[in-house]
């Protein structure tokens, strides 16, 4: 079994900066794709970043040149950097784990464990 846990959501103005961590413990050996999700009030949850193999990354359109997912393998780490944050942003986050590499999509669904969600929200 695999943990996650976020922390460092919070609420900024447009054009502003937040940096998400996800801390994972556990069994987290054959975890070799993790990622960042969203979820706005209404709509589908979305796939907004993934990190393979440690250091494989894909991002959606709408966050290229914006946000940035690195990870700590040390220290059992995933981050997601964002900045210019856009109202559009505004959802909440969620850290995901895989077992094994990242689908090729970004469904999210493949995907074997989840935190519980970081609120991120930007005012125009």
């Known amino acids: 079994q695999v943990q996650l846990a976020e922390f460092g959501g919070g609420s900024v103005q447009s054009g502003g900066s937040l940096r998400l961590s996800c801390a994972a413990s556990g069994y987290t050996y054959n975890i070799y794709c993790m990622g960042w999700f969203r979820q706005a009030p209404g709509k589908e949850r979305e796939g907004v970043a993934v990190?393979?193999?440690?250091?494989?990354?894909r991002y959606t359109d709408s966050v290229k040149g914006r946000f940035t997912i690195s990870q700590d393998t040390a220290e059992n780490m995933l981050y997601l950097q964002m900045n210019s944050l856009k109202p559009e942003d505004t959802a909440m986050y969620y850290c995901?784990?895989?077992?094994?590499?990242?689908?090729?999509?970004?469904?999210?669904?493949?995907?074997?464990?989840w935190g519980q969600g970081a609120q991120v929200t930007v005012s125009s």
């Open positions: 990190i393979e193999n440690y250091s494989m990354t």
């Open positions: 995901a784990a895989k077992l094994g590499g990242c689908p090729g999509s970004w469904e999210y669904f493949p995907y074997n464990y």
